[in-house]
């Protein structure tokens, strides 16, 4: 399966713009790339995904490169709530599970 | 229900032990995952079932660990003697489908915490 590298961690004010990024040079025509964050104590959290075209949705925007071998996780206002480790994941389109790497623990300050 | 729930959240365990963990998925859902975290940010996929069927068991260990999902009944997962390098949180997850594609995603549990002692 095609990796990922990221960050081991980041850190953001409150209020600010966050732009975690994600390196997959290896990446194949037909994995879509997903991004999953856990909160403290919890289970992992689908944030957004995409394929080929920039994604939004409420939680956060997802630009991708043109050659898709690097893509930009953006939370455009870091709360403390976004506090939490943000995987970065390549879904093979053949495959069902989720392949997780270290993730980038992404911290916020007041 | 709306929610992947799980039983118990922590379960402690002698060395040699059996213990079982359950997952109820989100209703409507075919498909479910169990993955295991070691350390903090360890996941490793274990197994997969399409409704009481094995999808995919690649990242089974071949002793010890045994998982079912059976109708009309939680899945469940199963470690026989546990040993201390079992100690890790369980996530169970579900899906509605196991193909990606754009609407499909994976919802997880809040994770059932295993210690071996």
């Known amino acids: 399966d095609a990796k990922t590298t990221q960050p081991n961690s980041m850190e953001s004010n409150e209020e600010e713009p966050v732009h975690l990024p994600c390196n997959h040079s290896t990446i194949s025509g037909t994995d879509y790339i997903h991004w999953y964050r856990q909160l403290p104590s919890q289970g992992p959290e689908y944030v957004i995904h995409g394929l080929t075209s920039n994604v939004n949705n409420r939680m956060a925007s997802l630009a991708i490169a043109e050659d898709r071998k690097s893509s ?5 206002r870091a709360t ?6 943000y995987y970065c994941i390549l879904r093979v389109l053949s495959h069902s599970t989720l392949t997780f790497g270290k993730g980038t623990m992404l911290l916020v300050s007041p | 229900g709306e929610e992947v729930a799980q039983t118990p959240k922590h379960l402690v ?7 079982k963990l359950y997952c109820a998925p989100i209703k409507g859902h075919s498909y479910v995952f169990w993955y295991q975290q070691v350390l903090k940010n360890e996941f490793k996929f274990l197994i997969s079932f399409q409704n009481e069927n094995v999808f995919d068991e690649t990242g ?3 002793e010890r660990f045994s998982a079912k ?3 009309n009944s ?3 997962l199963e470690i026989q003697a546990t040993k201390l390098e079992d100690s890790a949180v369980y ?6 489908f196991a193909q990606v594609n754009s609407g499909n995603t994976i919802y997880f549990g809040e994770g059932s915490w295993l ?3």
């Open chain 1, 72 to 76: 930009t996780l953006i939370l455009h």
């Open chain 1, 80 to 85: 403390l709530r976004d506090a939490a480790v």
């Open chain 2, 13 to 19: 365990r002698g060395e040699g032990q059996k213990a």
């Open chain 2, 60 to 62: 089974m260990p071949k």
């Open chain 2, 69 to 71: 999902c059976l109708p």
């Open chain 2, 74 to 76: 939680p899945c469940s």
């Open chain 2, 91 to 96: 996530f169970c997850a579900s899906s509605q």
């Open chain 2, 115 to 117: 210690t071996v002692v």
